[in-house]
Nanobody, 122 residues
Framework: VQLQASGGGSVQTGDSLRLICAASGQTLYGMGWFRQAPGKEREFVASAGVSGGDIYYADSVKGRFTISRDIAHDRMYLQMNSLKPEDTAVYYC??????????????????WGKGTQVTVSS
């Protein structure tokens, strides 16, 4: 399985970006995004199941970020609106053979792509 993220960039506070993840190898049941800011641990951002349901968000991005999947084309998207400086991080596309994040369960996903940098300046 290979995951390739793109769409990062440098923007101003309040701007929007859309991250794209292209997957190849096999269709993963759970896919999502993690991020890592300088000096901090990697943290969960959002995830979605293969049907596009089972969607979960970190509290810090709820209402601003939207995750979606295009199963037919093995694509996943993260629409990020109202970006804040604290969203600055390397964003990783991730996937697993099951749901790696639910209300009662979380684990590090099995598959990780190379990250894409998102920088939000004030």
């Amino acid at each position: 399985v290979q995951l390739q993220a793109s769409g990062g960039g440098s923007v101003q506070t309040g701007d929007s970006l859309r991250l794209i993840c292209a997957a190849s190898g096999q269709t993963l049941y759970g896919m999502g995004w993690f991020r890592q800011a300088p000096g901090k641990e990697r943290e969960f951002v959002a995830s979605a199941g293969v049907s596009g349901g089972d969607i979960y968000y970190a509290d810090s991005v709820k209402g601003r970020f939207t995750i979606s999947r295009d199963i037919a084309h093995d694509r996943m998207y993260l629409q990020m609106n109202s970006l804040k400086p604290e969203d600055t991080a390397v964003y990783y596309c991730v996937g697993d053979l099951s749901l790696f994040y639910t209300e009662n369960h979380s684990q590090y996903p099995l598959y990780w792509g190379k990250g894409t940098q998102v920088t939000v300046s004030s």
